[in-house]
């Protein structure tokens, strides 16, 4: 351990008896190596002895209000140990130059010490939370009053201390420029090229490890972040999931075009809406996630939108339209998104890629309202009466005797029925048909399944065929739906109100599936 009376330690100016320095480049740059890590080891004892020291003496004395011991000694943690690794690479350059000559060698010390540089990578992972801390800590009085009598200390000759946790990881890439300068000072056939070479290879692997782990934290830090304003409606924090990008574009409504911010990450797609509430901090409720592995991203020109730089974002449980303040916005978005599919697609392995694929269709892009003031299938006018809906599977607008069935589309809910149209219905229900007829093949699963028929749901199919018979409906055989037999007169409803009635038999837990089905993002 490190004691404080090495902390005033005076460093002996080295002479190494190498002559002119400007005659020699290598000589100049082993000088330069020796210099900056007696003034780097300096500034590392002034934090630890003097701050760590000062801080640690206040809390015991009670001069710290509300600042933990804990608190503190996470800042500097991790600090001595770099203290006494460097402390050893000190005292062996000191050596070195002590007996240097045209022969002498320095990378058998660097290939010697740099593994031990392993401490710095836990020092740097945590240093961003190092400066969260000390940022907290400076809100509390008693821990900024010893703080500026610290700043006022000669040994510290003004730097505030932040500007010495910092050093430890600028560091590291500062050995890496000094050992690549050394090597192009050294010819080939001296026998300390061979080992600054090996010595330059440990020190970038090292400092990739380091790079790593601190993208790794900062990464950690910004889906934290996220989650802060997001809420705990999706878990974002995930040790795999990694941060790319976000920005504010317009989402296109069944109504009016809104704002919404999206996050993109390394394995989905996160968007939402701000919150009109006045609060503190900026809070977002988040509307929707999908995964890069069924997403199908799609630039649209002007003549596919009406509204310039567009962009189609298709998933099985949603389709809609964005478009973006400017092209070059849209292309950043467009380039973005189309990386990380294809690094996400390639992180999967076959079978994963498979079944990603096979996990249901594509969600149908949704007919806006102001688009549609007929029903599209019963051309029946629209109203404050008689309200829009969409079908979930052709996404058509319709009217709501068009779209009073249900039924069970698994790429967009797994256990609840939702609306479709009364075409769509009939062609769930001969998909179904067909699909109990024949044997099972591979490729059907990417087609949607209705819920399996029970006795009761039998039941109410007979009591509905019953019922339209009676109210003139006829069978077709040809187009395999029901067809109205008479002539139908601007006062003749196209389904009877019984129908209504025996198809809505279980009542409130109907109407509570179906307002779960339709809620709006």
Same mark, same amino acid.
């Given at each position: 351990?490190?004691?404080?009376?090495?902390?005033?330690?005076?460093?002996?100016?080295?002479?190494?008896?190498?002559?002119?320095?400007?005659?020699?480049?290598?000589?100049?740059?082993?000088?330069?190596?020796?210099?900056?890590?007696?003034?780097?080891?300096?500034?590392?004892?002034?934090?630890?002895?003097?701050?760590?020291?000062?801080?640690?003496?206040?809390?015991?004395?009670?001069?710290?209000?509300?600042?933990?011991?804990?608190?503190?000694?996470?800042?500097?943690?991790?600090?001595?140990?770099?203290?006494?690794?460097?402390?050893?690479?000190?005292?062996?350059?000191?050596?070195?130059?002590?007996?240097?000559?045209?022969?002498?060698?320095?990378?058998?010390?660097? $290939?010697?010490?740099?593994?031990?540089?392993?401490?710095?990578?836990?020092?740097?992972?945590?240093?961003?939370?190092?400066?969260?801390?000390?940022?907290?800590?400076?809100?509390?009085?008693?821990?900024?009053?010893?703080?500026?009598?610290?700043?006022?200390?000669?040994?510290?000759?003004?730097?505030?201390?932040?500007?010495?946790? $910092?050093? !430890?990881?600028?560091?590291?890439?500062?050995?890496?420029?000094?050992?690549?300068?050394?090597?192009?000072?050294?010819?080939?056939?001296? !026998?300390?090229?061979?080992?600054?070479?090996?010595?330059?290879?440990?020190?970038?692997?090292?400092?990739?490890?380091?790079?790593?782990?601190?993208?790794?934290?900062?990464?950690?830090?910004?889906?934290?972040?996220?989650?802060?304003?997001?809420?705990?409606?999706?878990?974002? @924090?995930?040790?795999?999931?990694?941060?790319?990008?976000?920005?504010?574009?317009?989402?296109?409504?069944?109504? @009016?075009?809104?704002?919404?911010?999206?996050?993109?990450?390394?394995?989905?797609?996160?968007?939402?809406?701000?919150?009109?509430?006045?609060?503190?901090?900026?809070?977002?409720?988040?509307?929707?996630?999908?995964?890069?592995?069924?997403?199908?991203?799609?630039?649209?020109?002007?003549?596919?939108?009406?509204?310039?730089?567009?962009?189609?974002?298709?998933?099985?449980?949603?389709?809609?339209?964005?478009?973006?303040?400017?092209?070059?916005?849209?292309?950043?978005?467009?380039?973005?998104?189309?990386?990380?599919?294809?690094?996400?697609?390639?992180?999967? %392995?076959?079978?994963?890629?498979?079944?990603?694929?096979?996990?249901?269709?594509?969600?149908?892009?949704? $007919? !806006?309202?102001?688009?549609?003031?007929?029903?599209? =299938?019963?051309?029946?006018?629209?109203?404050?009466? =008689?309200?829009?809906?969409?079908?979930?599977?052709? %996404?058509?607008?319709?009217?709501?005797?068009?779209?009073?069935?249900?039924?069970?589309? !698994?790429?967009?809910?797994?256990?609840?029925?939702?609306? @479709?149209?009364?075409?769509?219905?009939?062609?769930?229900?001969?998909?179904?048909?067909?699909?109990?007829?024949?044997?099972?093949?591979?490729?059907?699963?990417?087609?949607?399944?209705?819920?399996?028929?029970?006795?009761?749901?039998?039941?109410?199919?007979?009591?509905?065929?019953?019922?339209?018979?009676?109210?003139?409906?006829?069978?077709?055989?040809?187009?395999?739906?029901?067809?109205?037999?008479?002539?139908?007169?601007?006062?003749?409803?196209? @389904?009877?109100?019984?129908?209504?009635?025996?198809?809505?038999?279980?009542?409130?837990?109907?109407?509570?599936?179906?307002?779960?089905?339709?809620?709006?993002?």
């Amino acid at each position: 351990m490190i004691t404080e009376d090495e902390f005033y330690t005076t460093f002996p100016e080295k002479d190494c008896k190498i002559g002119n320095p400007d005659a020699d480049q290598r000589i100049n740059i082993v000088n330069e190596l020796y210099e900056s890590e007696k003034r780097y080891l300096s500034n590392l004892r002034i934090c630890y002895h003097l701050h760590y020291s000062t801080l640690i003496h206040a809390h015991e004395h009670g001069m710290i209000g509300n600042v933990n011991k804990s608190v503190i000694d996470e800042i500097f943690e991790d600090l001595e140990q770099i203290l006494i690794v460097n402390t050893q690479l000190l005292n062996d350059l000191e050596e070195c130059l002590e007996g240097w000559n045209e022969e002498s060698t320095i990378g058998n010390i660097l $290939i010697e010490i740099i593994p031990c540089f392993g401490v710095y990578k836990k020092y740097t992972s945590s240093y961003g939370k190092k400066r969260e801390l000390v940022r907290d800590c400076m809100k509390d009085s008693w821990f900024s009053g010893v703080m500026d009598r610290l700043l006022a200390h000669p040994l510290s000759e003004a730097h505030i201390l932040s500007s010495f946790l $910092i050093q !430890p990881v600028q560091r590291i890439p500062r050995y890496t420029l000094l050992i690549e300068d050394l090597i192009k000072s050294t010819s080939e056939s001296h !026998p300390d090229h061979s080992l600054l070479e090996e010595a330059l290879n440990i020190s970038k692997e090292v400092a990739d490890r380091i790079d790593k782990s601190i993208k790794h934290e900062e990464n950690q830090a910004k889906c934290l972040a996220i989650q802060r304003i997001i809420g705990n409606e999706f878990q974002v @924090v995930d040790a795999h999931r990694r941060y790319i990008f976000e920005g504010d574009v317009y989402k296109k409504c069944r109504k @009016v075009n809104k704002l919404r911010r999206f996050w993109l990450f390394s394995d989905i797609l996160l968007y939402g809406r701000l919150q009109q509430r006045p609060t503190f901090e900026t809070k977002y409720n988040l509307s929707r996630c999908f995964n890069l592995s069924t997403l199908v991203v799609t630039d649209l020109d002007d003549e596919q939108s009406d509204v310039p730089n567009s962009i189609k974002f298709s998933g099985p449980s949603k389709s809609f339209i964005v478009f973006s303040n400017s092209a070059e916005e849209k292309e950043e978005w467009l380039i973005m998104i189309g990386t990380a599919i294809d690094q996400h697609h390639n992180s999967l %392995g076959s079978l994963q890629r498979k079944s990603s694929r096979s996990h249901g269709s594509i969600a149908p892009l949704w $007919i !806006p309202d102001k688009e549609a003031s007929n029903c599209m =299938q019963c051309n029946r006018k629209f109203s404050m009466i =008689q309200r829009k809906h969409h079908c979930r599977r052709c %996404g058509k607008c319709i009217c709501g005797r068009c779209s009073s069935n249900r039924v069970l589309l !698994p790429f967009i809910h797994q256990s609840t029925k939702v609306r @479709v149209c009364i075409r769509c219905f009939e062609e769930q229900i001969k998909r179904k048909a067909v699909h109990d007829l024949q044997p099972l093949k591979l490729d059907e699963f990417d087609e949607p399944e209705i819920e399996e028929s029970s006795d009761t749901d039998e039941e109410e199919r007979k009591r509905r065929d019953t019922i339209l018979l009676e109210e003139g409906f006829e069978w077709n055989e040809e187009k395999k739906r029901w067809s109205f037999a008479g002539e139908r007169d601007d006062t003749q409803k196209r @389904v009877s109100p019984r129908i209504n009635l025996a198809s809505n038999r279980t009542g409130r837990r109907r109407k509570l599936e179906r307002r779960c089905a339709t809620r709006e993002d």
